[in-house]
């Protein structure tokens, strides 16, 4: 089932919201063919999101807030390469996904507190699925507790520790400084990701690297501070 031959199976019918109210799906019109070539030459629209969106640019979900396919600009640029904000939680944290990957269609959740980049679904039918699914998006949803669960582990590697290294990956670690930390989602399932506040310590020595294309990033981590008495 495609994303919009998912959409079209639930417009109209009556769900649940995020506060167990009655909600019914409504979608909004949907874009030209012009509009979408014109969305083609901004940046890369897969086959997919090309059909999802001649039938609509979005809906209102049930928490409250706005899907938009179309989406915005998103900030993070060291982390994202085009990142593309679809929708938000109402509490600071975005579905977004990066429209200069590999992948265009993976949608991460970029979440704020803890400082995470979440893989949240594979592609517009999987977060569709999610979404209008029986998952509550309230702080107490097992997405959250998947980005604290990140924070709290190590998803950072080195070349030498990093297993199956193949061409694309080998390439990249020789644009590299020694001491760099490899960060690999190119294979990732839903529920895996990396602290990204991590990659954007004000104490780096350089800014993180990411792969042109690939889902693979680079950083230098800081030197540990010296304890304070060890400056006298």
Same mark, same amino acid.
């Given at each position: 089932?495609?994303? !919009? /031959?998912?959409?079209?199976? #639930?417009? =109209? +019918?009556?769900?649940? *919201?995020?506060?167990?109210?009655?909600?019914?799906?409504?979608?909004?019109?949907?874009?030209?063919?012009?509009?979408?070539?014109?969305?083609?030459?901004?940046?890369?629209?897969?086959? /997919?999101?090309?059909?999802?969106?001649?039938?609509?640019?979005?809906?209102?979900?049930?928490?409250?807030?706005?899907?938009?396919?179309?989406?915005?600009?998103? =900030?993070?640029?060291?982390?994202?390469?085009?990142?593309?904000?679809?929708k938000h939680d109402g509490?600071? *944290?975005?579905?977004? &996904?990066?429209?200069?990957?590999?992948?265009?269609? #993976? &949608?991460?959740?970029?979440?704020?507190?803890?400082?995470?980049?979440l893989v949240f679904a594979?592609?517009?039918?999987?977060?569709?699925?999610q979404i209008l699914g029986?998952? #509550?998006? =309230? +702080?107490?949803?097992?997405?959250?507790? !998947?980005?604290?669960? &990140?924070? +709290?582990?190590?998803?950072?590697?080195?070349?030498?520790?990093?297993? !199956?290294?193949?061409?694309?990956?080998?390439?990249?670690?020789?644009?590299?400084?020694? =001491?760099?930390?490899? &960060?690999?989602?190119?294979?990732?399932? *839903?529920?895996?990701?990396?602290?990204?506040?991590?990659?954007?310590? !004000?104490?780096?020595?350089?800014?993180?690297?990411?792969?042109?294309?690939?889902?693979?990033?680079?950083?230098?981590?800081?030197?540990?501070? +010296?304890?304070?008495?060890?400056?006298?």
């Amino acid at each position: 089932m495609t994303a !919009k /031959e998912f959409l079209q199976s #639930r417009q =109209g +019918k009556r769900m649940k *919201n995020a506060f167990d109210e009655p909600f019914i799906l409504e979608c909004k019109p949907g874009l030209s063919e012009l509009e979408i070539e014109a969305l083609r030459q901004q940046r890369a629209v897969s086959d /997919e999101l090309a059909e999802l969106l001649s039938f609509t640019r979005g809906f209102t979900a049930p928490d409250g807030e706005e899907v938009d396919f179309v989406g915005e600009p998103f =900030g993070l640029e060291g982390i994202f390469r085009h990142p593309i904000a679809l929708k938000h939680d109402g509490a600071g *944290n975005f579905w977004v &996904i990066d429209a200069a990957s590999e992948t265009p269609d #993976r &949608i991460y959740f970029a979440c704020h507190d803890p400082a995470v980049a979440l893989v949240f679904a594979q592609n517009y039918t999987d977060f569709l699925q999610q979404i209008l699914g029986n998952i #509550r998006l =309230g +702080k107490e949803d097992a997405v959250y507790d !998947k980005c604290y669960a &990140i924070w +709290k582990r190590k998803a950072a590697k080195t070349l030498a520790e990093t297993q !199956k290294r193949d061409a694309q990956l080998n390439a990249f670690a020789q644009t590299l400084e020694p =001491g760099h930390l490899l &960060i690999d989602l190119r294979k990732a399932k *839903n529920g895996d990701g990396f602290a990204w506040g991590q990659l954007l310590n !004000k104490r780096q020595p350089v800014p993180p690297t990411r792969h042109p294309t690939a889902e693979l990033w680079a950083y230098k981590p800081p030197a540990a501070l +010296k304890p304070w008495w060890k400056f006298w």
